[in-house]
């Protein structure tokens, strides 16, 4: 469900920039580029692999285990991702786009930091 509901926020953000302005449209894109490249390291999926495995050999200690080391190395994680999101204005700079597109991409991305 949040999946679907992440992918359709995004499109309306898109489908309203794109009636506001081609530059608009093109710092969102910039920034759910970057953060769709970053978040990649954030999706946790593993852990449902993990515990489900424990949990179906009835070994609850041992998916409490892999809950708390995911929880760990995942908040961990998402300090330094929501840390490199706070710079991609200065990324897309260096990456060679234009200083008020990446000015734009970078209070695109802050707004998802929140959320």
């Known amino acids: 469900v949040s999946r679907v509901s992440f992918v359709g926020m995004t499109t309306t953000d898109t489908a309203l920039l794109g009636h506001v302005s081609g530059q608009s449209l093109s710092a969102a894109a910039l920034s759910d580029l970057w953060r769709s490249c970053t978040a990649v390291l954030?999706?946790?999926r593993v852990l449902g692999i993990v515990v489900g495995q424990a949990i179906g050999a009835k070994n609850e200690g041992l998916a409490f285990i892999?809950?708390?080391?995911?929880c760990l190395i995942l908040g961990a994680l998402s300090i330094i991702v929501i840390f490199s999101w706070t710079f991609t204005e200065q990324i897309w700079v260096?990456?060679?786009?234009s200083a008020t597109i990446a000015k734009d991409a970078q209070y695109?991305?802050?707004?998802?930091?929140?959320s």
Not at 66 to 70: A, E, G, Q, T
Request: charged residues 10%; aromatic residues 22%.
């Open 42 to 44: 954030i999706r946790g």
């Open 66 to 70: 892999y809950l708390k080391i995911s």
């Open 94 to 97: 260096y990456l060679g786009q």
């Open 108 to 114: 695109y991305s802050s707004v998802f930091i929140a």
